[in-house]
């Protein structure tokens, strides 16, 4: 069993590094499932380990000029605010409507994964001109980004995810910046609303802080294996594979915990 959780932190890590998103998927019900934790400690615990990770990760992909500080603290601020909000909120959700959410995000999350690739906003014309700029497209869209933010930070709060699997896309589409980036800085949202939405559990939900720690360890670890090897792999086929691993978790929530 101590195997199987070291397993899940590595590739909850590895995964994270990767994708910049998918580390709360993974690491939720692993706490729950193998090491037995509660579900609401778990949901508490798995946002303070992406936090962490997130947060190591995302200075590592900073140092490598992969992240637009402007649009991380944008979406972070508001992204903050809905997470700790959301937080609270599911203190006093039932867990079975929590974790029904969670497996619905799961399915919404590997729908995204598996669509065919779509053109960046950025590159696309307006009016039949040219293709907008990147500041242009950020600036027009600073509402929207503001506005996912929120409800983004909301689902993570409530259900216990990072939500960057929400994030990058949006950062795609609202934002028009390359995958890359999007990827660096949906690290640096993620660490943010995680840490907001650890702190509305804190003190209302039990934490077993020396699992953590050592589930943290191993996932930090695993995070700098999925930045290396990111460039390494098709992100198409690597999308995909993640999306059929989400639609496998999801199922087995449901039937598991739900059912």
């Known amino acids: 069993m101590i195997f199987l959780a070291i397993i899940s932190g590595a590739i909850t890590g590895i995964v994270l590094g990767l994708f910049g998103s998918g580390g709360s998927i993974i690491a939720m019900p692993a706490l729950m499932y193998l090491l037995n934790v509660e579900a609401k400690s778990a949901i508490a615990m798995s946002m ?10 995302g200075w590592d992909n900073w140092r490598r000029g992969n992240v637009d500080l402007k649009v991380a603290m944008w979406f972070g601020l508001f992204g903050v605010i809905g997470t700790y909000g959301g937080a609270r909120l599911g203190v006093y959700t039932p867990v079975q409507v929590q974790l029904t959410l969670f497996a619905l995000v799961m399915y919404a999350a590997a729908w995204k994964m598996l669509q065919p690739k779509k053109q960046p906003a950025a590159q696309l014309a307006t009016a039949g001109g040219p293709p907008l700029s990147e500041d242009e497209v950020i600036a027009a869209h600073m509402g929207h980004i503001a506005a996912h933010g929120v409800g983004v930070g909301v689902l993570t709060g409530l259900v216990g995810v990072g939500g960057g699997f929400l994030i990058v896309p949006a950062l795609v589409l609202l934002s028009g910046i390359p ?81």
Do not use: C, N
């Open 179 to 259: 995958m890359k980036l999007a990827i660096g800085t949906s690290l640096v949202i993620v660490a943010a609303k995680s840490y907001a939405g650890f702190a509305g559990y804190v003190g209302a939900v039990p934490v077993d802080w020396t699992t953590m720690a050592a589930f943290t360890t191993v996932t930090v670890a695993g995070s700098f294996v999925g930045t290396r090897i990111a460039h390494r792999f098709s992100q198409e086929t690597l999308k995909r594979s993640f999306g059929l691993f989400l639609v496998f978790v999801a199922s087995y929530i449901l039937l598991k915990s739900v059912a």
């Open 48 to 57: 303070g380990i992406v936090a962490v990770t997130a947060t190591i990760s």
